[in-house]
């Protein structure tokens, strides 16, 4: 088939052979098809969709375009993973990954940088003097044998379809598909040879699903996926509509999710680590989710989960004395509050508004490749249904550079809204999906 039938097929909305959908990701792939024949085709899938069988070939043609891990010293273990569709605060791999594999199972998890407003967690770990997250299959699976788990960058040669696809889904519209977005995290994901996943689907102003029937679409996208493709996924959608615990940024973020591992964390950040641990536990375990819960905490509360951290950090290069001295992280000393402009309740946030704040301090990039500062962020000392009087601050900023600071607080402050009646409590599990 031509590039343009397959295309005219798509745009008529109908249903493209799974070998030519095939033979069209690898010609990408080497390079024979044009870019404006390329973004043709994701606009027609924009505006088409795909049918099942069609979503099927075409995550499959885009994860064997390129290498996958066989992980071999891994094949009798359950391998299980997590993955989250990205927002504000969230720095949940850090802590959940040493959680659950303090209990067993084996997670290889390739994760990915902070884009736009969204924090990425290899940035993260990354404010570890030392860490190293470019590790090879064979790295990995040393530190999977000394750990329990691994959290490293997509390697050059794991699914290149798909860097080829986002890129030109980001320049021409298209990135909204949730075809297109699930092909891409599942494709990704299942390179590594998983038996099970757990998403977390975010949901709200600070999530790129801003409605919960986009968020359940997505998520019913990805478990349908997972099960043609003999993973067993399970998804949880949850509220973005506040940041995520109390730390924005890098190095501090790292610092909250030690502090979970420690038995110290924010309440909604705690809910949450709990709730995505437990689905992961009981998937790889065959357990019911109240043992799963139960070894989870006796796994934080033991050491044994603050001991995986240190045991993996130390396996990827990094300095695990980090994990007990804070000192060693490097935080921006210059710190100022943004205070409440009058008495009421901190009835919502702007929560996109908020990670952008933490860009614009240098916490993020808005171009993929660009650096980060690890030093900076800010915390978050007021959330939904909190009641504040004039002068009370919200926020505590950590910042290098005064015009950046300045800029950002003015964002912070605009990004709250405060109201003369309390709110409804902010909903942090909004479904379970499996």
Same mark, same amino acid.
């Given at each position: ?6 295309i005219e097929?798509?745009r008529d909305?109908?249903?493209?052979p799974a ?5 069209f990701v690898?010609?990408v792939?080497r390079?024979e ?10 606009m ?8 099942p069988e ?5 995550t ?14 891994l ?6 993973d997590k993955?989250?569709?990205?927002g ?5 791999s850090l802590t959940?990954a ?9 997670i290889?998890?390739?994760s990915g ?7 990425g967690t290899?940035?993260?770990?990354e ?5 190293r997250?470019d ?21 050059g040669?794991l699914?290149p ?14 990135v ?5 977005i ?7 994901k ?5 038996n ?8 709200g102003s600070? %999530?790129f699903?801003?409605?919960? #029937?986009? =968020?359940?679409?997505?998520a019913?996208t990805? +478990?349908s996926? !997972? @099960? /043609? ?9 949850t ?5 995520l615990?109390?730390?924005v ?5 790292f610092i ?15 809910h ?10 009981a998937? %790889?375990k065959?357990i019911?989710? #109240?043992? =799963?819960r139960?070894e989870?905490?006796?796994? +934080?509360?033991? !050491? @044994? /989960?603050l001991e995986?951290?240190r045991k993996?950090?130390a ?13 060693i992280?490097e ?5 100022v509050?943004?205070?409440a402009p ?6 919502a946030?702007?929560?996109?508004q908020?990670?952008k ?12 490749g ?6 900076v962020g800010?915390?978050v ?10 002068g ?8 290098k ?6 800029t950002?607080?003015?964002?912070l ?6 109201s ?15």
């Amino acid at each position: 088939m031509r590039v343009v039938d397959l295309i005219e097929m798509k745009r008529d909305g109908k249903e493209i052979p799974a070998q030519d959908i095939k033979a069209f990701v690898d010609a990408v792939v080497r390079k024979e098809v044009p870019e404006y024949q390329t973004a043709a085709f994701l606009m027609a899938v924009y505006f088409k969709g795909m049918l099942p069988e069609e979503l099927v070939a075409y995550t499959q043609a885009m994860l064997y375009s390129g290498d996958t891990l066989s992980l071999k010293s891994l094949a009798n273990q359950y391998k299980v993973d997590k993955h989250s569709t990205g927002g504000v605060g969230d720095k949940v791999s850090l802590t959940l990954a040493p959680m659950v594999a303090a209990c067993g199972p084996v997670i290889p998890m390739i994760s990915g940088r902070g884009l736009g407003h969204t924090g990425g967690t290899l940035d993260k770990l990354e404010s570890v003097p030392g860490f190293r997250v470019d590790l090879s299959e064979a790295e990995i699976e040393a530190g999977i044998a000394k750990s329990g788990y691994v959290i490293t960058g997509q390697t050059g040669s794991l699914v290149p379809a798909d860097k080829i696809f986002y890129a030109l889904r980001d320049v021409t519209g298209t990135v909204p598909s949730i075809e297109l977005i699930a092909a891409s995290i599942m494709s990704k994901k299942l390179s590594v040879g998983l038996n099970g996943l757990v998403l977390d689907v975010k949901v709200g102003s600070g %999530a790129f699903m801003k409605t919960q #029937d986009r =968020a359940t679409k997505l998520a019913d996208t990805m +478990i349908s996926i !997972g @099960r /043609a493709m003999n993973c067993n996924v399970r998804a949880c959608i949850t509220s973005m509509d506040q940041p995520l615990g109390v730390a924005v940024g890098n190095a501090n973020e790292f610092i909250e999710a030690v502090e979970m591992l420690k038995g110290n964390a924010p309440a909604d950040y705690a809910h949450l680590c709990y709730t995505l641990g437990t689905e992961m536990l009981a998937m %790889a375990k065959g357990i019911s989710n #109240d043992d =799963a819960r139960d070894e989870l905490e006796k796994a +934080i509360t033991s !050491g @044994r /989960a603050l001991e995986q951290m240190r045991k993996s950090i130390a396996a990827q290069g990094g300095d695990a004395r980090a994990v007990d001295d804070y000192s060693i992280l490097e935080i921006a000393k210059n710190t100022v509050d943004v205070k409440a402009p009058c008495d009421g309740y901190v009835s919502a946030f702007n929560c996109e508004q908020v990670g952008k704040a933490g860009c614009i301090l240098g916490a993020g990039r808005e171009v993929a490749g660009a650096p980060v500062d690890h030093s900076v962020g800010l915390e978050v000392l007021h959330k939904i249904g909190d009641k504040v009087k004039a002068g009370d601050a919200l926020f505590k900023v950590y910042y290098k550079d005064e015009k950046k600071c300045e800029t950002a607080c003015k964002m912070l402050l605009d990004a709250v809204t405060l109201s003369n009646d309390a709110p409804k409590p902010n909903e942090l599990i909004r479904d379970i999906r499996r």
